[in-house]
């Protein structure tokens, strides 16, 4: 059973066209979760950690959001630049503690 | 500032080869390393992890092995790569205790098997 679901796999906007990513996850109690870009054939960047319900953060156009049950990643006015692949990741009690648990992603493209 | 360096980039190599992948990490001390594979239509899956020279942990069962010989060095090997090891490896490393510490992620390398 996977413990975490991104959706939609893919998301095509116009630039300036605002628009949420849902990040669900399901763990027995969440020590974190993680927001990352990558681009193709790089390494994932970091974006953000959430650590409790409610919290926020945000970084230029794009911020993140946590519930007890999802996190969502809403970019506002977006450019072609954001165009990249979204991962979520959560870090849970039930294993090492050091695991990541990352979703499948969501690709990301914003047309001019 | 850190810095996270993986190589090759990118490796053809047909199987029943050995493998070897290099991570170094210059900036910090004391880091800990992953190494995450990411395979089509998957997300990234944790390998190994260690949190100290000599301190290997394995997530997965699998045909591969870690090394750390050094402080920021990690070595990921295999003595002979099947299909099913081909993907993008990826380098990690954090500071801390491990727990919601945040990973930060090499470049990658590309590994074909043939």
């Known amino acids: 059973e996977d413990q975490v679901t991104q959706s939609p796999e893919a998301l095509r906007l116009q630039e300036g066209e605002s628009s949420s990513l849902n990040c669900s996850y399901t763990v027995s109690g969440l020590r974190g979760l993680f927001w990352y870009r990558q681009d193709p054939g790089k390494g994932p960047e970091f974006l953000f950690t959430?650590?409790?319900a409610g919290e926020e953060k945000e970084k230029e156009r794009l911020k993140a959001t946590l519930t007890k049950k999802e996190s969502f990643l809403h970019i506002t006015a977006p450019k072609p630049e954001d165009s990249a692949t979204y991962l979520c990741a959560v870090q849970d009690n039930s294993n090492s503690g050091y695991a990541l648990n990352f979703g499948k992603g969501t690709s990301l493209l914003v047309t001019p | 500032s850190q810095t996270i360096h993986q190589w090759p980039a990118t490796l053809v190599q047909p199987v029943g080869s050995p493998l070897s992948l290099e991570c170094t990490v210059e900036?910090?001390?004391?880091?800990?390393l992953y190494w995450y594979r990411q395979a089509a239509g998957r997300g990234l899956q944790l390998l190994f992890y260690s949190v100290g020279i000599g301190q290997i942990s394995s997530e997965v069962p699998q045909n591969l092995s870690a090394s750390r010989p050094q402080d920021r060095q990690f070595i990921l090997s295999s003595k002979k790569l099947l299909l099913s090891d081909s993907g993008f490896y990826l380098c990690?490393?954090?500071?801390?205790?491990?727990?919601?510490?945040?990973?930060?992620f090499g470049p990658g390398t590309r590994l074909t098997v043939l």
């Open positions: 900036g910090t001390s004391n880091p800990n």
């Open positions: 990690a490393w954090s500071v801390g205790t491990g727990f919601t510490d945040t990973q930060y």
């Open positions: 959430l650590y409790s």
